[in-house]
């Protein structure tokens, strides 16, 4: 009995932080694909600057790489190990984006 509450709790945990993993990731790719689009729609009025279009270029590799994360998190229920001991794809780096904060960050002006 013990056994599967101890199975029961694994696998609510691991559930638990698969879901709070993806939650980041959404965020994420989400806040970069805006910004990405952001500077899109000045690079098509052309109004967009070299340093807008070098940003550009860099966030469209990150978000390529939480992309990756997140497709690879849609795999880690498929591993001999789910639940119990599940490996975790790598984290990609969060940008920082001055015109698209964190909501968790905020700032008096």
Same mark, same amino acid.
Do not use: C, H
């Given at each position: ?22 939650? =980041? ?44 994360? =997140? ?6 229920? !498929? ?7 599940? !490996?975790? %794809? !790598? ?9 698209? %904060? ?8």
């Amino acid at each position: 009995m013990k056994n599967a509450a101890e199975q029961a709790a694994q696998l609510v945990s691991a559930k638990a932080g698969l879901a709070a993993r993806n939650n =980041k990731a959404v965020t994420q790719i989400g806040r970069i694909q805006d910004r990405v689009d952001t500077i899109g729609f000045g690079i098509d009025i052309g109004e967009a600057t070299a340093e807008d279009e070098a940003e550009q270029a860099e966030l469209l590799l990150t978000l390529k790489a939480w992309k990756t994360y =997140k497709f690879a998190l849609g795999k880690v229920t !498929v591993q001999p190990t789910w639940y119990q001991a599940p !490996v975790w %794809p !790598v984290e990609p780096p969060i940008p920082e984006i001055i015109a698209a %904060p964190l909501l968790g960050e905020s700032k008096t002006i």
